[in-house]
């Protein structure tokens, strides 16, 4: 007990400190265990690409892509470049307010063109409700059930078709490089 006596003379200032402290605090922690920890803990339902998983597994699921993606920052650039697929069809999210003049439009190439988007986009000069005015415990929870909004009709640019090599054109050039192929004459 002698040697807890240090400790102990300290508590009285300590609890005065405490009853200072405590009304800051509690807010945030309220808003955390009824706002913030019941959406982590929640699952999304995505239709038939829904892991089954809760929210905070599938954003910790990230990480290690970031993690890889950070090897490519070097002295040639810092750009993160995403494969969002194979194919003809170009996705784009065109103009992005507060986005496009940092970093661009960002786009990609998809084997099919976009049938819907999750969530719907809301609009350019309308955002989602936010109250700083109200504490957050006060607050709505989040609506998770993201709508899907239709897919854009496809664009595509009219390029130049290029005529397919024949077999003939190959023997030819294989037989005598500099002969002409393709209607083009070799360089002299």
Do not use: H
Not at 24 to 52: F, I, Q, Y
Not at 151 to 173: F, H, I, N, Y
Request: include cysteine; glycine fraction near 10%; charged fraction near 20%.
């Amino acid at each position: 007990l002698a040697d807890l006596r240090p400790t102990l003379a300290t508590l009285p200032p300590l609890t005065d400190r405490l009853r200072t402290l405590l009304p800051l605090v509690t807010p945030v922690t309220d808003c955390v265990r009824d706002r913030a920890l019941p959406v982590l803990e929640s699952k999304l339902d995505d239709g038939k690409l829904s892991t089954g998983r809760p929210v905070w597994q599938e954003a910790v699921a990230t990480l290690p892509g970031v993690a890889g993606a950070s090897g490519s920052f070097d002295a040639n650039g810092a750009w993160v470049r995403y494969n969002s697929g194979v194919g003809d069809a170009t996705v784009s999210t065109g103009a992005v307010p507060g986005l496009s003049t940092a970093v661009g439009t960002l786009s990609g190439t998809s084997s099919s063109p976009p049938i819907g988007s999750r969530p719907t986009w809301l609009g350019s000069r309308r955002t989602p409700p936010f109250r700083p005015d109200v504490p957050c415990a006060s607050n709505q929870p989040p609506d998770l059930q993201a709508r899907t909004g239709g897919g854009s009709p496809m664009r595509s640019r009219a390029g130049v078709r290029k005529t397919p090599t024949t077999r003939a054109q190959l023997e030819r050039l294989l037989a005598a490089p500099d002969a002409p192929v393709l209607g083009k004459q070799a360089a002299p």
